[in-house]
């Protein structure tokens, strides 16, 4: 008498012969079929969860308000009983890089999982290429930005800022070719122009801005240029993310901010117009005080990075400008809260055209991943019937 054989075992426990027979041909079936995708998916897949960006905002904004304050102090308080004012900006740039680039680093490490080997900072010459233009456009920025400053007042410098929402997108459109769905649009129009409302009609009494009495062609196209080099350095940011799936945000900061760190001190060691490092160092041993601003300003922009490519890496250039750009008005919100300022009519439909944008952006997205999982659920329902009646 024969052996009878026993069916053999499916991958899924207690499962039947028949039903584990389903279940492997709707899995090899699956492989064949393109599921749903999303339409309004934007270009960097949003990877982060709701609580991540939650935590990332936070950190931005508590990092570089404090940031902000330890740089007010540093630049426009003077120090010892000479009353000096410590004026070295590229010095500041290039303590803040070195820290960053060492924080970069142990970010990096930290998330690296156990057992494995730390990813490359600089994987191959593309990536390197790539951020060193990075790094040049980073650097330039802010010395244009701050020459600006000398020719047009300090309201059409900040409106300027507060619509870099517009060369990022453009950039993007331009350079990289790609394309958004309508609500992107409207949301950086809603948000840019709810910023600059708010900031246009911002009280600000009679004062002129320093070292700028009028604007003037020259200074706005000083700032058309600070525009172009941060619109490049986010879109370039984007699109090596968006390219190499595999270089995180760690790698980035790492990488970005040592070649920044290299390019600022081989100006300071080697520029023979100036000894900015030699006069910085000076004030320092001079004025203690300074050194341990230096210090903590520069541990507040390494801690902020710390969250802005963590963003940048989990939901695109975009998001972060946005968060980046609206950080000033909820400080200037605070400080009406905090001093009991008011608000004009006209600067309270800018915060609505903001919330607004923001808000509406908001429920598109949770609808639209409502869709997409019932989408789908409803693909592999149908395969899995199909299955069946085969």
């Given at each position: 008498?024969?052996?009878?054989?026993?069916?053999?075992?499916?991958?899924?426990p207690?499962?039947?012969?028949?039903?584990?027979a389903?279940?492997?041909?709707?899995?090899?079936?699956s492989?064949?079929?393109q599921?749903?995708?999303d339409?309004l998916?934007?270009?960097?897949?949003h990877?982060?969860s709701?609580i991540?960006?939650?935590v990332?905002?936070?950190?931005?904004?508590?990092?570089?308000?404090?940031?902000?304050?330890?740089?007010?102090?540093?630049?426009?308080?003077?120090?010892?009983p000479?009353?000096?004012?410590?004026r070295?900006?590229?010095?500041?740039?290039t303590?803040q890089?070195?820290?960053?680039?060492?924080?970069?680093?142990?970010?990096?490490?930290?998330?690296t999982?156990?057992?494995?080997?730390?990813?490359?900072?600089f994987?191959?010459?593309?990536?390197?290429?790539?951020?060193?233009l990075?790094?040049?456009?980073q650097?330039?920025?802010s010395?244009?930005?701050?020459?600006?400053?000398?020719?047009?007042?300090?309201?059409?410098?900040?409106?300027?800022?507060?619509?870099?929402?517009?060369?990022?997108m453009a950039l993007?459109l331009?350079?990289?070719?790609?394309?958004?769905?309508?609500?992107?649009?409207?949301?950086?129009?809603?948000?840019?122009?709810?910023?600059?409302?708010?900031?246009?009609?911002?009280?600000?009494?009679?004062k002129?801005g320093?070292?700028a009495?009028?604007?003037?062609?020259?200074?706005?196209m000083l700032?058309?240029i600070?525009?172009?080099?941060?619109g490049?350095?986010?879109?370039m940011?984007d699109?090596?993310?968006?390219?190499n799936?595999?270089?995180?945000?760690?790698?980035m900061?790492?990488?970005?901010?040592?070649?920044?760190t290299l390019?600022?001190?081989?100006y300071?060691?080697?520029?023979?117009?100036?000894?900015?490092?030699?006069?910085?160092?000076?004030?320092?041993g001079a004025h203690p005080?300074?050194?341990?601003?230096?210090l903590?300003?520069?541990?507040?922009?390494?801690?902020?990075?710390?969250?802005?490519f963590?963003?940048?890496?989990?939901?695109?250039?975009?998001v972060?400008?946005?968060?980046?750009?609206?950080?000033k008005?909820?400080?200037?919100?605070?400080?009406?809260?905090?001093?009991?300022?008011?608000l004009?009519?006209?600067?309270?439909?800018?915060v609505?055209?903001v919330f607004g944008?923001i808000?509406?952006?908001?429920e598109?997205?949770r609808?639209?991943?409502v869709?997409?999982?019932?989408?789908?659920?409803?693909?592999?329902?149908?395969?899995?019937?199909?299955?069946?009646?085969?």
């Open positions: 008498m024969a052996t009878r054989r026993k069916p053999a075992s499916s991958s899924v207690n499962a039947t012969p028949s039903s584990a389903t279940t492997n041909a709707v899995q090899e079936k492989k064949d079929v599921l749903p995708t339409p998916v934007s270009d960097v897949p990877s982060g709701v991540q960006l939650l990332c905002v936070a950190g931005i904004y508590i990092s570089f308000l404090t940031w902000a304050l330890l740089q007010e102090r540093i630049t426009t308080t003077s120090y010892g000479d009353k000096r004012i410590f070295y900006p590229l010095v500041l740039n303590v890089s070195l820290f960053a680039s060492l924080t970069g680093y142990l970010y990096l490490r930290y998330t999982k156990a057992g494995a080997s730390t990813a490359p900072i994987p191959n010459k593309d990536i390197t290429s790539k951020l060193l990075v790094a040049v456009c650097s330039l920025a010395p244009f930005g701050y020459a600006s400053l000398q020719h047009i007042d300090y309201i059409t410098f900040i409106l300027a800022k507060s619509c870099k929402l517009l060369p990022v993007h331009t350079i990289f070719r790609r394309s958004y769905p309508f609500y992107k649009y409207a949301v950086v129009a809603s948000v840019t122009a709810g910023v600059a409302v708010f900031t246009l009609y911002h009280p600000s009494g009679n002129k320093k070292g009495e009028t604007s003037s062609a020259w200074g706005l700032l058309g600070n525009l172009l080099f941060d490049l350095t986010n879109s940011q699109h090596i993310f968006v390219k799936k595999t270089f995180k945000g760690p790698q900061m790492c990488a970005l901010n040592a070649v920044s390019l600022t001190t081989g300071l060691l080697l520029n023979p117009w100036t000894n900015e490092l030699g006069s910085a160092l000076d004030f320092m005080q300074v050194f341990r601003d230096v903590g300003f520069a541990a507040c922009g390494a801690l902020g990075q710390v969250f802005i963590h963003t940048l890496s989990q939901f695109g250039s975009l972060l400008v946005t968060v980046t750009v609206t950080r008005m909820f400080s200037m919100i605070l400080s009406v809260v905090a001093f009991g300022h008011s004009t009519p006209m600067q309270w439909f800018g609505s055209l944008g808000g509406a952006e908001a598109i997205k609808r639209s991943e869709a997409k999982k019932a989408a789908t659920k409803a693909a592999l329902d149908t395969i899995t019937n199909g299955v069946k009646k085969e």
